[in-house]
């Protein structure tokens, strides 16, 4: 268990439809990070947060976004979702930025479109 | 942050020591090695970092050639739970503004 938690495990949706995946990182951690895991593109970075502010951004599409709140859980929103965007959602979370200590992932939310 | 490039996969036995070699020729003087492995569907798992020293840990060891151009994970003992994509990540000793890259890893088959 490496202490992050991600809800919900299964999410299965419809085309056009929006939803939020939910993270909570590790106790005392700071910074919140979220990835994309689809079958033919590997793990992509989406978007950083630290202590509430976006940090660094990748790969995110305008219909994602995302925010960090004060207790540091954070939120993935997915609106007008296509089939392309059925993956493995991972949050991961660290003390501080991943150049300093380890992130620690949690076990990923599936994301299914129909 | 630096290019790597890893063997796309590798088959080692059970019981013996599985070295994945990972190239980073391009790496720069502040920049660490990092290890993290993937076991199949599950969240990346953090294994092991260095900058220029050999490092160990209980899970692995982390070999880095003198010029830096290149590093080996050992993994001593492999055993059939081992089996998982490993990536080796270079990356600034940034602050908060770091992130991980993952390329497309080394999938490790240990076999019995």
């Known amino acids: 268990d490496s202490g992050v938690t991600q809800t919900p495990k299964h999410l299965i949706t419809a085309t056009g439809q929006r939803v939020t995946l939910r993270c909570s990182p590790r106790s005392g951690d700071l910074s919140v990070y979220w990835y994309q895991q689809s079958l033919d593109q590997g793990l992509q970075f989406l978007i950083q947060?630290?202590?509430?502010?976006?940090?660094a951004k990748g790969n995110i599409l305008e219909r994602f976004s995302a925010q960090q709140f004060p207790d540091l859980h954070s939120e993935l929103n997915l609106s007008s979702l296509e089939l392309g965007d059925s993956a493995l959602y991972f949050c991961?979370?660290?003390?501080?930025?991943?150049?300093?200590?380890?992130?620690?992932f949690g076990q990923g939310t599936r994301l299914t479109v129909v | 942050d630096a290019k790597t490039t890893q063997p796309t996969s590798m088959d080692c036995a059970e019981g013996r020591a599985a070295n994945l070699p990972c190239n980073h020729s391009t790496i720069s003087g502040n920049e660490y090695v990092y290890w993290y492995r993937q076991i199949h569907s599950q969240g990346p798992q953090y294994i092991i970092h260095g900058l220029k020293n050999n490092e160990t840990n209980e899970m692995a060891s982390l070999i880095i050639t003198e010029d830096r151009k290149s590093s080996t994970l050992i993994l001593p003992h492999a055993t059939l739970r081992d089996t998982a994509v490993y990536y080796c990540i270079v990356l600034n000793y940034g602050g908060s503004q770091g992130n991980l890259i993952f390329g497309k890893g080394t999938k490790l088959s240990v076999k019995p």
């Open positions: 991961a979370s660290s003390v501080e930025g991943v150049g300093r200590t380890e992130a620690f």
């Open positions: 947060y630290y202590n509430g502010e976006e940090r």
